[in-house]
């Protein structure tokens, strides 16, 4: 978080909350956020996230970036954390509709995976 300087309002996606957890030892921190949402293709992963306090909570597939937009009523999110490792999910996150501001990645790829982003469309 210290490195992303999450601003004070902002709107966050994490894709692969439990994933985000575990590497990095806690959740977002809720001070100052006006809200986050947590993407998972497990319904239990996002269980565990909605104990840890995460509002909003769906489950992720191809239409994950359409939900984002829509749940932040055409704007996406000022931040995305992706942390699933997943070259399709880090599409996901880093889709130009999906945020406004930095995409970060918490997850590695597989070893000679790639990542091709447009960034803009």
Known sequence: MN??????GSTCVVFGPRAWSAR???????AGRRADRCVDLSEDRLALAARAGRDR?????PDAVQQIVDMTD?????YTFEATGNVNVMRQAWSRPAWLGPGNDVG??????TLDVVPRS
Do not use: I, M, W, Y
Not at 3 to 8: D, E, P, Q
């Open 57 to 61: 909570r769906f489950v992720g597939g």
């Open 3 to 8: 490195t992303a300087k999450v601003a004070s």
């Open 74 to 78: 055409g704007f996406g999110a000022d």
């Open 24 to 30: 990095r030892g806690r959740g977002l921190p809720a």
């Open 108 to 113: 590695v790829a597989g070893k000679g995976e």
